[in-house]
């Protein structure tokens, strides 16, 4: 099963995982061959079946995960489960021989429509299978508010973490939106979404490259 992914940016923590970081100067061009990704999994309440896309960038610097369906809401007559949405990708990374990566940064965007009084919050986790640790960022708007959001978490270069050379790992991205009422007026619906108008909106992931000894 295959995803929709486009490009662009920001994913901080990503996985604090059980690899070592590596030398930043060993960093190269991305290499000329495309990497593939195929998705092993697509699961949570956010991304029910053929809602999630994931495409790579013609550069291989970036890839973008796409979602169409991807709401949270409380308040009105929003089922009482609405509040927390989550997804999660579980992802096989096909490299080009020699190679390894890590995942610099990642961009998350939407739009919030928060009551005076709500909260809405963005988390996400990073980790290749196998890894005892995960890296969490999470980020919070606080209504009122009607707008687009953005949130962009990165990862200072000497801290990346870099897949298993020769190895296969598969990359997982846990996501979650979760709308809190607080002292806002119960009657009215405060929501978040992780898209758009036009039925979709991208999570964009950058990569960088390193050459296996």
Not at 68 to 84: E, H, I, M, V
Not at 131 to 155: C, I, L, M, R, Y
Not at 171 to 191: A, M, Q, Y
Request: hydrophobic letters at 35%; glycine letters at 10%; proline letters at 6%.
């Amino acid at each position: 099963m295959s995803v929709a992914l486009l490009a662009g940016g920001a994913l901080a923590a990503l996985i604090g995982a059980g690899l070592p970081a590596q030398d930043p100067t060993g960093i190269s061009d991305p290499p000329p061959d495309k990497i593939v990704i195929d998705v092993a999994t697509v699961n949570g309440s956010g991304c029910p079946r053929g809602t999630a896309a994931v495409a790579v960038s013609e550069d291989n610097t970036a890839f973008t995960v796409t979602y169409s369906d991807y709401l949270a809401q409380a308040g009105g007559n929003s089922a009482p489960t609405a509040f927390r949405k989550n997804c999660q990708l579980s992802l096989v990374v096909h490299v080009p021989h020699g190679f390894t990566y890590a995942i610099a940064s990642a961009d998350y965007r939407g739009f919030a429509s928060l009551e005076r009084g709500a909260k809405g919050t963005e988390k996400a986790s990073y980790y290749f299978q196998g890894s005892p640790d995960t890296g969490t960022k999470s980020h919070s708007f606080n209504g009122p508010v009607a707008d687009n959001w953005q949130a962009t978490d990165e990862t200072e270069v000497t801290q990346l973490v870099w897949a298993p050379c020769g190895k296969q790992r598969n990359f997982n991205i846990n996501t979650e939106l979760r709308v809190d009422l607080g002292t806002s007026d119960r009657t009215k619906t405060s929501f978040m979404t992780m898209d758009s108008t036009d039925g979709d909106i991208s999570t964009i992931y950058r990569v960088k490259w390193k050459e296996c000894p």
